[in-house]
Structure formats: C-alpha cells, structure tokens
C-alpha cells in the first residue's frame, strides 16, 4: 500500500519564476492538504482540496493556489516566488469520513530553493 | 486563536533515560491531538494521537494522554534510543482538517 507520494524531492528557482508541486494521497483517501515548513519551524497550512475545490485555506497570498484532480491527486502552484518562499512543502492526504478529517498522513516533502 | 506550544529544545538524554517533551494547548471546543515525528530530512510520520478527554495515545513505546483540564497532551517514553534522535511535533486539528503544529522540540539521544 503505496503512502503519500511528491515530486520533485528537490526544486531550486529564481525570484519571479513560477513552480508546480505534485502530490498522491495514500490510497483509498479523498482529501489532500497542503503545507509550508520554513527551516526550524512547524508546517503552516496552506490549504486543502476535497472534491476537487478548496475547502480551507491558510493566512496564504494569492499566489499560492492548487488543484485537485478526479483520481484525488493535487497540484501545488507559487506563483511571482519569493526568497521567503524558499521551505519544505508537505503534502497530507486523509478521508473525509462524515466531515472529519482528523488523522492526516505526509509525504516526505519537496524541498523549494529560491535564489 | 487556537494555539500549540511546545517545551524549547534541544532535549539531551542518555540512552535509556526517560523521556517527556510537554505540549500545551489553546483552543475552543474539543480538538483531536496528535504527535507527529520528523527524522531528518524526511517528512512527519504520525506517531500517535487521542480524540477526546482523558484518551491514551501511544506507539512505539512513547504514550500521551489528553488532558482536558491542564489543555496538555505530553509525550512521554520510558527508556529512549538512540534511534528516537528526531524532532517531535504536537499538533491539534478542530475537525476542519487544518492542523495546527507547535514549533518542534528537538530530541537527541546520546549512546
């Protein structure tokens, strides 16, 4: 039973550019959830995708937007990027059972260098 | 808001030593809580958790219990390892799916 999958591990990008994030839940869960983890802190939320819509989002800029895909997969966008924006971004998936979605499982992160 | 605060580290221990990092928390309602643990360079593994009032989480060896009345959810081992070197994050969801972490405690375990 694969767990949650990201890719890339390792992303290095310029001020200004544009990057995508990709995330595969955990089998047989629905919700994917996404998070910043600046160097020696804890991961903030960003937001999280159910159905494929956003259903929650973090104290995130505009230029952080996602997507879910039919098959449950997910997308992370930055747009415009910022050397603050440099971290480990975490993916989580979970199932949304009866509105709850407590019990959330991460990947091993995609590590984002900006220069 | 709702809040986690965790003990500042680095937390020493000699091998066997046992082990309490403390977590307190800030929120309305009744949160789940949750220990997650992150070894370096890797992602957070869910060590263990509890759902409601007075409830036991434990795995691995390493126990927490939910107390409502302290807003505490403190991680304890009886005799660590040297495997245990990792950073320790308690966490708290309100059943909207958005966790909410402390700020990490580092454990190393010296052999």
């Known amino acids: 039973d694969a767990g949650v999958t990201q890719s890339p591990t390792h992303l290095i990008k310029t001020r200004g550019q544009q990057v995508t994030l990709r995330c595969s839940p955990k089998?047989?869960?629905?919700?994917v959830s996404w998070y910043q983890q600046a160097l020696g802190q804890g991961p903030q939320f960003i937001f999280q995708?159910?159905?494929?819509?956003?259903?929650q989002r973090g104290n995130f800029p505009d230029r952080f937007s996602g997507h879910q895909f039919p098959n449950y997969s997910s997308e992370l966008n930055v747009n415009a990027l910022l050397l603050g924006d440099s971290a480990l971004y975490l993916c989580?998936?979970?199932?949304?059972?009866?509105?709850?979605?407590?019990?959330?499982?991460f990947g091993p992160g995609t590590r984002l260098t900006v220069l | 808001g709702d809040s986690v605060t965790q003990m500042e580290g680095p937390v020493t221990l000699s091998e066997e030593a046992f082990l309490t990092i403390n977590c307190t928390y800030t929120?309305?309602?009744?949160?789940?809580l949750f220990w997650y643990v992150q070894y370096p360079g890797e992602g957070l593994q869910l060590l263990l958790k509890?759902?409601?009032?007075?409830d036991k989480g434990s795995n691995k060896g390493f126990e927490a219990t939910y107390r409502k009345e302290t807003t505490s959810f403190h991680l304890e081992k009886g005799s660590v390892q040297v495997s245990d070197s990792a950073v320790y994050f308690c966490?708290?969801?309100?059943?909207?799916?958005?966790?909410?972490f402390g700020q990490g405690t580092t454990l190393q375990v010296k052999p």
């Open positions: 509890a759902t409601k009032a007075d």
């Open positions: 966490a708290l969801n309100k059943h909207t799916g958005k966790l909410i």
């Open positions: 989580a998936s979970s199932l949304r059972t009866g509105g709850n979605t407590d019990t959330q499982y």
């Open positions: 089998s047989g869960h629905d919700t």
């Open positions: 995708y159910y159905e494929e819509e956003e259903r």
């Open positions: 929120a309305t309602g009744y949160p789940s």
